[in-house]
C-alpha cells in the first residue's frame, strides 16, 4: 500500500487521488459538507495537500466538474471520429451515439449526483463554467452535423440531444426510486442493456418522425 510520503512525492499521482476523492465526496456529501481535510485523509494524503494543489475548496470543486466535463468531451470526439471513419445510415450513427451516452454514464454515477446536487442546490459553479458549455455545444454540433438536422437555439438538433440526454440520464439518477417503483430494474449488466436497447428504439424512431415528409427520409425507412 502507497504511504502519504510516497504520493506525495508523485505530484501527478497526488493530484489524481485527490480529485478521485473530491469526486467521490462531493457525490456523496456535497460541496457544503465536505471538506479539504477530509479530501485528503481520503486521498492517503497530508491534510494541507489538497489546498496545496488547487488552494481552495472552490477551486478544487471547480478542477472536479473540469475533468468530468473533459471526460464527457473526449467521449464525444471518440463517437465522431468512429462516425467519420466509415460510411453510417443517420439510424446507425444516432444508435452509436446514444449506445455511447449511456455506456458512459453507468460508467461515471458520481458525474451524475454532482450534476443533480448542482441542480437541487441552485448553484451556479456548472451553468457559469466554461467546460458544460463547452462539452454541450461540441454534442450539439455533432449531431446537427452527423444527421443534418437544424442546429438553431431550440431547433431539432437541440430537441433530440435534450431527448437523448434526459432518457439515458433518467435511469442512473432514479434507478432505486422510480424505476423500481415501476417495476423496472436497472441494477445488472444485462438489466442496463436491456433498458439501454429501449431508449436506442424509441430515439431512431423519434428520428424517423423529424424526418418524416422530408426529402432523405427514406434514409431512415427499415428495410
Known sequence: MMRNSDRERDPDRSRAHILDAAEQLFADQGYEASSLA????????SRGTPG???GSKAELYRAVLDRCFDEVRSAVRAGRERTLSGAHSPEEILEGAVSDYFDFLSAHPNFVRLIEREALSGSRLVTDAAPPL???QEA?????AELGLDDAPSGDAAQL???IISLCWFPVVHADTVAAAVGVNVGSAEAR???KRHVVALVTHGLRGLHAGRPDSQL????
Do not use: C, N, P
Open 161 to 163: 440531444l435534450l431527448s
Open 134 to 136: 463547452s462539452a454541450g
Open 38 to 45: 477530509q479530501v485528503g485523509a481520503r486521498a492517503g494524503v
Open 220 to 223: 431512415l425507412e427499415t428495410s
Open 193 to 195: 442493456e436491456l433498458r
Open 52 to 54: 496545496y494543489f488547487f
Open 140 to 144: 450539439l454540433a455533432a449531431i446537427a
